[in-house]
C-alpha cells in the first residue's frame, strides 16, 4: 500500500513563505510521479495549482510554485496572503491511470 | 466554460446502491479521460476510479474494487459510477475531475453527498 506524506499543518505569518511536502512511503519522489498540488477551502471542490512538478495551472499567482526538494516534492507559497488559508493535497501518479493523494497539509496564516 | 456537475447522491442503507452522474459540458468529452474522487467528513481527498476517453479501460483503488463500476456514454456527454454493497466508510462527497496528458485532474465538478447509514 503506497502512502504520499504531507506535514499535517504549517502556520505562516502574513508575507512570509511556506514550503509544504509530498513524501512516499518507501523511495523518492521524482518528476516521473508528475506531481501536482490542489488547494481546497471547506465546503468547496479542489483547485489545481500545480502540475507536472512545476507547472503553473492557468490562473495562479506566481506566489506558488512546485518543485523537488531532495526526495519530495514541494510547494511553496511566496508572500502568503490570508485567502491562502486552505487545506493543500499533493497527488502522485502511480502509472496506469492510477493516482494517490497525499494526507493533506492545513495552512493557517496568522 | 468547461462544467462538470455531478447528480445521484443522497441517503442509502448499508448494503444498497447507487448511481452518481457526472454532465459534461463545453469541451470534447470523448477526448478525455475521467476520474471519480471522493472525501469522507472531515477527512482527506481520495482517488476512487479512473476511466479512458474511449470508456474501454478501467482502473479502481482497492478500497472499491469489486464494488463500483465506472462507466461513461460519450453521446451523452456523461460520466457515471455504479456503486454496490454500499459501507459506512463510503459516506462523502464524491468529485468527478477530468484528466490531462500531464497527469493531473484540471477540472472539478462541485460534488455530490453520499450518506451510507441505517
Known amino acids: 500500500q503506497t502512502v504520499v506524506t504531507q506535514e499535517p499543518s504549517f502556520s505562516v505569518s502574513p508575507g512570509g513563505t511556506v514550503t509544504l511536502t509530498c513524501g512516499l512511503s518507501?523511495?523518492?519522489?521524482?518528476?516521473?510521479?508528475?506531481p501536482s498540488w490542489y488547494q481546497q477551502t471547506p465546503g468547496q471542490a479542489p483547485r489545481t495549482l500545480i502540475y507536472?512538478?512545476?507547472a503553473r495551472s492557468s490562473g495562479v499567482p506566481d506566489r506558488f510554485s512546485g518543485s523537488i526538494l531532495g526526495n519530495k516534492a514541494a510547494l511553496t507559497i511566496t508572500g502568503a496572503q490570508a485567502h491562502d488559508e486552505s487545506d493543500y493535497y499533493c497527488?502522485?501518479?502511480?502509472?496506469?491511470?492510477?493516482?494517490?493523494f497525499g494526507t493533506g497539509t492545513k495552512v493557517t496564516v496568522l | 466554460e468547461v462544467q462538470l456537475v455531478e447528480s445521484g447522491g443522497g441517503l442509502v442503507q448499508p448494503g444498497g446502491s447507487l448511481r452518481l452522474s457526472c454532465a459534461a459540458s463545453a469541451f470534447t468529452f470523448s477526448n478525455y479521460e475521467m476520474n471519480w474522487v471522493r472525501q469522507a467528513p472531515g477527512k482527506g481527498l481520495e482517488w476512487v476510479s479512473y476511466?479512458?476517453?474511449?470508456?474501454?479501460?478501467?482502473y479502481y483503488a482497492d478500497s472499491v474494487k469489486g464494488r463500483f463500476t465506472i462507466s461513461r456514454d460519450n453521446s451523452k456527454n456523461s460520466l457515471y459510477l455504479q456503486m454496490n454493497s454500499l459501507r459506512a466508510e463510503d459516506t462523502g462527497v464524491y468529485y468527478c475531475a477530468r484528466d490531462t496528458a500531464m497527469a493531473y485532474f484540471d477540472c472539478w465538478g462541485q460534488g455530490t453527498l453520499v450518506t451510507v447509514s441505517s
Open positions: 497527488v502522485l501518479y502511480m502509472g496506469s491511470g492510477i493516482y494517490v
Open positions: 476511466i479512458s476517453g474511449s470508456g474501454s479501460t478501467t
Open positions: 507536472s512538478t512545476s
Open positions: 518507501s523511495g523518492s519522489v521524482s518528476t516521473s510521479y508528475y
